[in-house]
């Protein structure tokens, strides 16, 4: 089973919109999410674990639970429209891994800003 062109122009879409202006997630925490999404074998599964981690984070920053609670909100989207579990769980894995792609990218800009 694979993501067609339009479905991965649309799930890279959210992950820009999640990121924007947003103080996130470790990046090693996203990745881990997309990982989860692809060894899970149900999206309850996966729910289960990432509202897990979003009321055991230890961030006292706002920003970061807005972002958390925001993506979960996304990905309950996915589910809501995408009926099989695997094309689901597919499509959150690739969110995931899409926004590692552009959270690493955005550190290293500003990284370069900073110097």
Same mark, same amino acid.
Do not use: H
């Given at each position: ?15 820009? %919109? +999640?990121?924007?202006?947003?103080? /996130? ?6 990745? $881990?999410? =997309? ?28 920003? %970061? +639970?807005?972002?958390?609670?925001? /993506? ?6 996915? $589910?809501? =429209? ?34």
């Amino acid at each position: 089973m694979k993501l067609n062109a339009q479905e991965k122009t649309e799930l890279i879409k959210i992950a820009s %919109e +999640l990121l924007q202006n947003r103080n /996130t997630s470790p990046n090693a925490q996203i990745r $881990k999410y =997309a990982s989860l999404a692809m060894q899970a074998d149900c999206y309850d599964e996966f729910e289960n674990y990432m509202k897990y981690q979003i009321g055991r984070s230890s961030s006292d920053e706002s920003d %970061e +639970l807005q972002f958390l609670d925001q /993506t979960l909100k996304k990905v309950m989207e996915i $589910k809501s =429209a995408e009926s099989n579990d695997s094309k689901c769980l597919l499509k959150i894995a690739y969110l995931f891994g899409v926004m590692a792609r552009e959270k690493q990218y955005k550190e290293k800009i500003e990284k370069n800003k900073n110097r």
